[in-house]
């Protein structure tokens, strides 16, 4: 699993927002330290947080997307085209226990980087 697009929920929003520019997915997925999966965060859920004056310094688990898109190991690339086609950038792939197994990206999927 790339640790390029996965934050730990005692991380920043600074550390967020540093992670999705460096991974060009627009969002990172938020996860414990035994890699569940929490939730995500996208440039719109930093932006939002900005807006209403919360700081960069604060956890970035305090704006995470809890109702995330995602899908199981086993998968159809249908799967992906769909959400891919309704603007999601990023799809964790996850265990039945909600571990992180992969991330894919738009880019990657579409093979654009």
């Known amino acids: 699993m790339e ?3 996965l934050i730990f929920q005692n991380q ?3 550390e967020a927002i540093e992670l999705i520019q460096s991974n060009e ?3 990172v997925i938020l996860i414990t330290d035994n890699y569940k999966i ?3 965060i996208s440039e719109g859920d930093i932006l939002r947080a900005l807006l209403k004056g919360i700081n960069v310094k604060s956890l ?6 809890l109702n995330f898109s995602y899908i199981k190991e086993k ?3 249908n799967d992906l085209k769909n959400l891919f086609n309704k603007g999601i950038t990023l799809i964790p792939v996850i265990t039945h226990d909600r571990k992180i197994i992969d991330a ?4 990657d ?3 654009e980087r």
């Open 104 to 107: 894919i990206s738009y880019l």
């Open 12 to 14: 920043t929003i600074e």
């Open 38 to 40: 929490i939730g995500t």
């Open 75 to 77: 998968h159809e690339n």
């Open 60 to 65: 970035a688990k305090n704006i995470a997307n």
């Open 3 to 5: 640790s390029d697009f």
């Open 109 to 111: 999927f579409f093979n």
């Open 25 to 27: 997915s627009r969002c």
